[in-house]
């Protein structure tokens, strides 16, 4: 029988894996971020401070390790387990200390506080300011974009959720880097300079509103780091310096860096405040990055949206959305023009429900 108080249990569902089938990157992105937020919460809950390379110890490799044991169809579920703890885990009383069953037990928490959108516990279960914002990070990853189709949840060994992670989720998240008063936080886009190691220090350069920015990262980071390519266009957060003028001057420490795919995209879906406009079939937009501005377009609709923040450009394209669809669904022929009136049934056909977040 397998010990599934050892057991945590990855899915992924929604409109995009329906028949259970999910792009093999985007199921290999979910499991490496939770990977991650394990170590990284198990790093957390010690309320130790970081070391400046942010790498995780031995101990907790060990402890924290997630190993595979099987998947299910339906909505994809993967299940996997740690392993039992060692001869070596011993606090310093001689008794026998089960870091990684800590790990899970802490992970259930925080993500369940994040499903919730109640950050009220979290500074007391990670202590650490900079392991806190680690495992944060981590979780961020964890949850689905705005452009993402399916919905990722976590639960026991048995399968019972306990935390739904969405884009939501992603954004609450994002607003407590915000609200941080001990951490400034920091996201910038650019061209990927190059990557150089310079006495011991890692770092990648990166050019963002016409000046190379140094961005110091992590070894944890390292293959991530490695798979970026020099000349693309990349989002990176971290802890910043910033200038008198209150422009990055550098980051210290990178915590997420991201190549952004220029290529079209599908979606099923627009979002706008509590509003989720669902789409019978999904549509074709088109991000561009250009003068320092993201620009998100979406011919079908004749959408145009733009600005400076990656998602606040994607926020604005499902503003205009649902500006389209409120000043158009309802009204009669007489008030509009023959396009209009084109664009309304267009927006009839297409549109399936409209549902409240």
């Not at 405040?273 to 549509?283: S, T």
């Not at 389209?324 to 396009?339: F, H």
Request: a negative charge.
């Amino acid at each position: 029988m397998p010990n599934t108080e050892r057991q945590l249990t990855l899915t992924i569902g929604g409109p995009d894996v329906e028949d259970g089938k999910i792009p093999l990157a985007a199921l290999a992105g979910k499991l490496n971020a939770l990977q991650k937020a394990l170590f990284n919460v198990a790093l957390a809950r010690s309320g130790g401070p970081v070391a400046q390379r942010g790498n995780w110890s031995k101990r907790i490799i060990a402890s924290c390790e997630l190993l595979f044991c099987e998947s299910r169809k339906g909505s994809l579920a993967v299940v996997a387990e740690i392993p039992p703890p060692s001869s070596v885990q011993t606090t310093l009383g001689g008794k026998k200390d089960d870091e990684g069953l800590h790990a899970l037990d802490t992970l259930r928490q925080v993500t369940v506080s994040i499903s919730a959108g109640d950050s009220s516990n979290l500074v007391s279960i990670m202590p650490d300011g900079g392991a806190r914002l680690r495992a944060l990070k981590s979780i961020e990853a964890l949850c689905p974009r705005d452009t993402d189709g399916f919905w990722v949840s976590l639960g026991n060994g048995d399968g019972l959720p306990y935390a739904r992670l969405t884009s939501e989720s992603r954004s609450f998240i994002q607003h407590i880097f915000e609200d941080d008063d001990v951490i400034e936080v920091q996201t910038i886009s650019g061209d990927l300079v190059e990557i150089r190691v310079l006495a011991g220090r890692r770092h990648i350069v990166i050019r963002h509103q016409q000046r190379e920015i140094v961005c110091y990262y992590p070894t944890e980071m390292e293959e991530t780091i490695t798979q970026l390519v020099a000349g693309s266009i990349v989002e990176v957060k971290g802890r910043a310096q910033l200038g008198d003028d209150g422009v990055v001057r550098q980051i210290d420490e990178v915590l997420d860096v991201s190549t952004i795919d220029l290529s079209s995209f599908r979606t099923s879906s627009f979002h706008f405040n509590d509003g989720r406009f669902i789409l019978k079939d999904p549509v074709i937009c088109s991000p561009e990055y250009r003068n320092n501005l993201w620009v998100y377009e979406c011919p079908r609709y004749g959408l145009h949206a733009f600005s400076e923040d990656r998602q606040e450009a994607l926020r604005q394209l499902g503003e205009e959305f649902a500006f389209l669809y409120e000043g158009l669904i309802n009204e009669p022929d007489e008030n509009l023009t023959p396009d209009a009136i084109e664009l309304r049934d267009l927006l009839k056909a297409d549109s399936v429900r409209v549902e409240e977040i």
